[in-house]
């Protein structure tokens, strides 16, 4: 019995070291604030251990952590403390040293959360539509428009011109 417990672990920490990074990017999108993504990259992991679900390969793995951290992301922008919580100004929840893409992950983390979960999944994730529309358990058209609206949201603010 001991034998199997390392290699448990062994499994479980080649997940975590192949989806941490991804499931955190996802929740920085959702949440905006480094300490509430890693909250919610290690509650992903606790909810896999406990739950323990058999995956037909990797990107069922994948897209049930995904779903997972949509979800629990969700759950926490939706309770009380949150909307009452105040941000330090001046706090970059994610940084790159090129000051374009920097520009452009503000202008995306800006977004509101159902534009900027599709665009990040569809442009930083490479998730074609049809797994987004399953991930997020909405239509494959909710995708497209939710995609093309939050792309001209995008636009209207890189090109600094007022919404008509």
């Not at 989806?19 to 300490?35: C, K, N, P, Q, W």
């Not at 991930?135 to 919404?163: C, F, T």
Request: hydrophobic share 35%; aromatic share 8%.
């Amino acid at each position: 019995m001991q034998r199997s417990m390392p290699q448990r672990g062994d499994h479980l920490m080649k997940v975590y070291e192949t989806y941490a990074d991804t499931l955190f990017r996802i929740a920085m999108v959702h949440l905006g604030r480094r300490e509430d993504a890693e909250e919610a990259t290690q509650d992903t992991f606790i909810k896999l251990m406990e739950k323990a679900p058999t995956f037909n390969d990797a990107e069922h793995q994948k897209a049930w952590l995904i779903r997972v951290i949509t979800n629990h992301c969700k759950s926490l922008l939706g309770r009380g403390w949150r909307k009452r919580e105040v941000k330090l100004e001046g706090a970059d929840p994610l940084t790159t040293d090129n000051p374009e893409d920097q520009a452009l992950i503000e202008l995306v983390l800006s977004l509101p959360v159902k534009y900027r979960s599709v665009v990040h999944l569809y442009y930083y994730e490479d998730y074609p539509i049809r797994e987004i529309g399953e991930i997020l358990q909405i239509s494959e058209s909710a995708v497209k428009m939710r995609l093309k609206r939050g792309r001209q949201l995008l636009k209207l603010e890189l090109e600094g011109a007022e919404p008509q």
